[in-house]
């Protein structure tokens, strides 16, 4: 008896699965993301794992305990250092990455320069694009200088093809799918991209994956929120996932690790576009410090920490006179709501007054800031420029600021004292410690300490003790 058609209703966002079709996604609230698609009714056995009647066959499975001795998983170095870094120190075999990212912002690029080099090592490499022709890769790895690599090129979305193709493939070090929105399965009644298609596509590129022991690469598009497209469980069902950001205006781009089974999550990457493709990055802080100016009001330095990385950053602030209206807030590259938080905290609790000006805040060189250890370096910036005073080019700051203006301790200071030291700074303003059992903090040789307590204390320095008045002003002079 012929298997029975049947449709279901499957949200592209959360891959959620209803009855019938409606304008909202009850799962994820995303609005005209559900769309039809028909499913072949197994013709198998019903009614649960086995059939009334049916005698189930089985076997058991093997149960052990959490002590081993099981090496650390072999790893294959792609000679790119930084995207080393972001996996965890090489790619592992028979894992499956995810890489997703704006379009033109170089996936496709990273991907063949790691493959390009991994295939100079002696490695067997296999490129398959579902969205370029041969020829155009090719055209890309003259462009980048890497045509002469031993890597095995094909054009091709059918993925029975490409399965029998992989499993004969017993000696592959990496295969790259580029990407897994064009792949087709002819088992599944439904156009390439949607859920159904990605999700059955991923599982089987991952299952070859396990069994032959290769590394597998799979390139995701992203919606317009910056998310990879297609069903969340793509994301669970991979071992890593890598966002590749930046802004096509800067040079700079960020490969964030945020997700590694083999690795540490929130690692990153930093490479810098240029004519010859991506070149990496080794001390991205000097770099993103390469043209700032010290004596300009509304700066200051923010000594941050990506993943294990610590990296300095320019916090830029620029404030404008607004007398009538709605003053605006524009952030660029930090959280615009935390923006908020801190102006009211300094207006409420330091008396200093933005509700007649225009903020305009920004963090140069493209790099997106998420921990809140940032909240110091900009409420520097912001009073720096309310009063028109310079901070001091030798000096980092880093700290979060609670509602009540006081400063509160964050992690891993002393990675990012030695990341001020190493870049010539002899100062770093930062939270005041306190006598709770923590461990006392060393400072690196030739780096002067300012805590502070509260954030009254960061504006007497600007503008004289008299204007904090929130909470007593520290008694030191010198401005920062």
């Not at 996996?87 to 063949?112: E, F, H, M, Q």
């Not at 859920?195 to 994956?209: D, H, K, M, T, Y």
């Not at 940032?374 to 409420?379: E, F, I, S």
Request: hydrophobic share 45%; with cysteine.
């Amino acid at each position: 008896m012929a298997a029975r058609s049947t449709a279901r209703f499957v949200c592209a966002e959360c891959g959620a699965v209803t009855a019938k079709w409606g304008g909202k996604c009850e799962t994820c609230g995303a609005w005209n993301s559900i769309s039809e698609e028909p499913q072949e009714a197994a013709p198998g056995l019903s009614g649960g794992i086995a059939a009334k009647g049916v005698k189930s066959k089985h076997r058991k499975i093997a149960f052990t305990d959490l002590a081993g001795t099981a090496a650390p998983p072999p790893r294959a170095p792609t000679g790119i250092a930084e995207l080393d870094r972001v996996l965890g120190g090489g790619l592992v075999a028979g894992s499956a990455i995810l890489l997703g990212g704006d379009p033109g912002i170089g996936k496709s690029t990273i991907l063949l320069q790691a493959a390009a080099s991994l295939a100079n090592s002696g490695k067997r490499v296999l490129y398959i694009s579902g969205e370029e022709a041969v020829e155009q890769v090719r055209m890309r790895a003259r462009r980048l200088g890497l045509s002469g690599a031993k890597m095995e090129l094909a054009a091709a979305i059918n993925l029975r093809d490409i399965i029998g193709s992989l499993e004969a493939a017993t000696d592959a070090t990496l295969v790259v799918i580029d990407s897994i929105q064009t792949m087709w399965l002819d088992e599944i009644e439904s156009a390439p991209g949607t859920v159904s298609q990605v999700r059955a596509c991923s599982f089987e590129l991952i299952r070859a994956a396990k069994t032959r022991g290769f590394a597998v690469v799979l390139v995701g598009h992203v919606t317009k929120d910056g998310a990879i497209a297609g069903p969340r469980v793509l994301e669970h069902m991979v071992d890593a996932v890598l966002y590749f950001e930046g802004d096509r205006g800067h040079q700079f781009r960020i490969l964030r690790g945020v997700k590694n089974r083999f690795g540490a999550t929130d690692e990153i990457g930093v490479f810098e576009m240029g004519e010859m493709g991506l070149t990496e990055v080794p001390n991205p802080s000097a770099l993103f410090l390469a043209e700032r100016r010290g004596n300009i009001s509304g700066s200051a330095v923010f000594a941050g920490l990506e993943g294990s990385r610590p990296v300095l950053v320019e916090i830029q602030c620029l404030l404008a006179p607004n007398p009538g209206g709605s003053p605006r807030r524009s952030v660029i590259g930090w959280d615009s709501g935390r923006l908020s938080m801190l102006l009211a905290v300094l207006e409420t609790r330091c008396g200093v007054r933005f509700n007649a000006t225009d903020v305009y805040l920004n963090v140069a060189g493209g790099l997106r800031i998420s921990e809140p250890a940032a909240d110091l370096a900009v409420a520097a910036a912001l009073v720096s420029a309310a009063y028109d005073t310079p901070t001091d080019p030798g000096m980092v700051f880093f700290g979060e600021v609670g509602l009540s203006g006081e400063i509160r301790q964050v992690a891993q200071s002393d990675a990012r004292l030695k990341e001020a030291e190493k870049l010539g700074f002899d100062a770093a303003c930062l939270p005041r410690r306190v006598a709770r059992g923590n461990r006392p903090l060393v400072a690196p040789a030739g780096l002067v300490l300012r805590e502070i307590g509260h954030l009254s204390d960061l504006v007497a320095r600007f503008a004289g003790p008299a204007s904090a008045t929130a909470a007593p002003a520290s008694t030191a002079t010198k401005s920062f």
